[in-house]
């Protein structure tokens, strides 16, 4: 390869440093760098650096999920505590020979109220 060719890659290779190059100009230095073509030792040092930036990009998006991961798993565990109170909260009791099922709380209401009012006696 021409000593030109190369230098056109060193200074996109420098733009890409700068935040110079479009996408498209991005992969074809990528792809230059993974050729055979690219195997001088001035290119050691791009492909160093690119390879870690690439590997820095992903980490960062992979990063930027992670409070919204923290978040579903908190609702996931509040809603799975809240099911399973709910469901430790109702009771089963036997009225008049038939087992009914309801919650605790509306059950031990129903008790104080047959327990303290007054017994109305049919007046004679």
């Not at 008049?96 to 919650?103: I, P, R, T």
Request: charged share 25%; aromatic share 10%; glycine share 2%.
């Amino acid at each position: 390869m021409k000593q030109q060719d190369l230098s056109y890659w060193e200074e996109m290779a420098e733009r890409y440093f700068l935040a110079e190059t479009t996408e498209q100009e991005e992969a074809q230095l990528r792809k230059f760098l993974c050729s055979s073509e690219a195997n001088d030792s001035r290119f050691d040092e791009i492909k160093a650096t690119m390879s870690f930036v690439h590997v820095c990009r992903q980490k960062s998006a992979a990063s930027s999920l992670l409070p919204l991961t923290v978040a579903a798993c908190l609702l996931l565990a509040a809603f799975l505590g809240w099911h399973q109170y709910q469901q430790y909260n109702i009771s089963s009791v036997r009225i008049a020979g038939e087992e009914v099922e309801a919650d605790a709380s509306l059950l031990m209401q129903q008790q104080m109220a047959e327990m303290f009012n007054p017994i109305k006696q049919s007046s004679k």
